[in-house]
T-cell receptor
Framework: DGGITQSPKYLFRKEGQNVTLSCEQN?????MYWYRQDPGQGLRLIYY???????QKGDIAEGYSVSREKKESFPLTVTSAQKNPTAFYLC???????????FGPGTRLTVT | DQQVKQNSPSLSVQEGRISILNCDYT??????FLWYKKYPAEGPTFLIS?????DKNEDGRFTVFLNKSAKHLSLHIVPSQPGDSAVYFC????????????FGKGTHLIIQP
C-alpha cells in the first residue's frame, strides 16, 4: 500500500527542546514538502526538496531545519529558535514534473 | 500579503443541492490551481485541479471553473452529500509547481440533511 506516513500523530515537548518530526513515503516521488497549519489558517510552506541531498527554504523556514539523505525520507527538526512551534505539521510528496501533492496524516506538535 | 483568498470561512448547503466554493488569487504567475478537501486532524486529500490553459475541468460530481481575467476560480459540487462536509482549500502554483503550493485559508462546507 503506497502512501506517506508521519509519526507520531501527537507530540509534546517542553520549550527550549529541539524535536524531529518523521516523514516517510513509498510512492517513489522525487519531491517532498513540509507545511504548517495553524487554526483558521491555510497551509504555509516551511521547506521543500526536489531531489536527494538538496532542499530549499519555503515561506516560513526560520527556526526549522531539514535533511534529505534518502529519497523516501524528509525529516523536519523544529528547533528552540522557532518562536511559535505549536501547530499541525503536514508532509507531502509529488512526482517532480506534476503539480498534485499527496499529503500524510499530519503530526500535531504541542510545546509548553 | 495573501496571494490566494477564500473569503467565505464557512458555507452551509442542503443535501442534494449545489455547493459553490470560491477562490480569488492575485499572482499572475500562477498557472495551475488545485482543490483539496480536509477533515479535522487529517492530511488534505487532492480533489481536482485545472491548468490555466483551460476554463473548466470536471470529475464526477466536482467541477472547477477558472476565470483568468477575473483571477477567480470556483468549485461546484453537485449534488452535495453529507460526506462532503469538510474544509476545502484552494491552492495555486507557478512555474512547474515543484517549489510548493500557495494555499488559501479554507472554507468549511457544512451539508445539512
Amino acid at each position: 500500500d503506497g502512501g506517506i506516513t508521519q509519526s507520531p500523530k501527537y507530540l509534546f515537548r517542553k520549550e527550549g527542546q529541539n524535536v524531529t518530526l518523521s516523514c516517510e513515503q513509498n510512492l517513489n516521488h522525487d519531491a517532498m514538502y513540509w507545511y504548517r497549519q495553524d487554526p483558521g489558517q491555510g497551509l504555509r510552506l516551511i521547506y521543500y526538496s526536489q531531489i536527494v541531498n538538496d532542499f530549499q527554504k519555503g515561506d516560513i523556514a526560520e527556526g526549522y531545519s531539514v535533511s534529505r539523505e534518502k529519497k523516501e525520507s524528509f525529516p523536519l527538526t523544529v528547533t528552540s529558535a522557532q518562536k511559535n512551534p505549536t501547530a499541525f505539521y503536514l508532509c507531502a510528496s509529488s512526482v517532480a514534473e506534476l503539480y498534485e501533492q499527496y499529503f500524510g496524516p499530519g503530526t500535531r506538535l504541542t510545546v509548553t | 500579503d495573501q496571494q490566494v483568498k477564500q473569503n467565505s470561512p464557512s458555507l452551509s448547503v442542503q443535501e442534494g443541492r449545489i455547493s459553490i466554493l470560491n477562490c480569488d488569487y492575485t499572482n499572475s504567475m500562477f498557472d495551475y490551481f488545485l482543490w483539496y478537501k480536509k477533515y479535522p486532524a487529517e492530511g488534505p486529500t487532492f480533489l481536482i485541479s485545472i491548468s490555466s490553459i483551460k476554463d473548466k475541468n470536471e470529475d464526477g460530481r466536482f467541477t472547477v471553473f477558472l476565470n483568468k481575467s477575473a483571477k477567480h476560480l470556483s468549485l461546484h459540487i453537485v449534488p452535495s452529500q453529507p460526506g462532503d462536509s469538510a474544509v476545502y482549500f484552494c491552492a495555486a502554483s507557478a512555474m512547474g509547481g515543484a517549489d510548493g503550493l500557495t494555499f488559501g485559508k479554507g472554507t468549511h462546507l457544512i451539508i445539512q440533511p
